[in-house]
């Protein structure tokens, strides 16, 4: 019985040594970054371009090697809760910090969340409904 269990020990001491150990990866989010737009963007090594700039949201597209992003800071919490509210409607993937966003790719926001913490929230899918909103009588009438 001791041989299986080093077996097994030693699989996951190798799994764990080549990366492959997704789940403790997945364990291991750091505590959620707080601060200016401009400092997590240096967090993730992406200089903002900035698209709005006002008192209560200053939004940025941004560009890393893990992909491109959109960050947006908030002076309040419930401006951020109601932008997120208001923007899932569209769908997306969003990395949730306090006071702070980041939209992107599922897997852009995996890697963003490994060095900003953060919850990771899923927008509404709009996959399913595409099709039934084509206009099913368009060809009868055309040949009239």
């Avoid at 929230?121 to 409904?129: I, P, Q, S």
Wanted: glycine letters at 14%; hydrophobic letters at 35%; proline letters at 3%.
């Amino acid at each position: 019985m001791t041989r299986p269990m080093l077996a097994l020990g030693g699989a996951a001491l190798a799994l764990a040594l080549a990366g492959c150990g997704s789940g403790e990866e997945k364990d291991a989010v750091p505590e959620t970054a707080t601060g200016s737009l401009e400092h997590l963007a240096a967090e993730v090594k992406c200089t903002p371009n900035m698209t709005t700039d006002a008192d209560e949201i200053r939004q940025a597209v941004c560009k890393n090697p893990d992909g491109k992003f959109i960050l947006a800071t908030f002076s309040t919490d419930r401006g951020q809760r109601e932008w997120i509210n208001g923007a899932k409607d569209y769908g997306g993937h969003y990395l949730v910090g306090r006071k702070w966003v980041a939209v992107g790719e599922t897997s852009t926001m995996t890697a963003l969340r490994g060095t900003l913490g953060g919850d990771i929230e899923e927008g509404t899918d709009h996959a399913a409904h595409e099709g039934s909103h084509e206009p099913s009588d368009g060809a009868t009438h055309s040949g009239h």
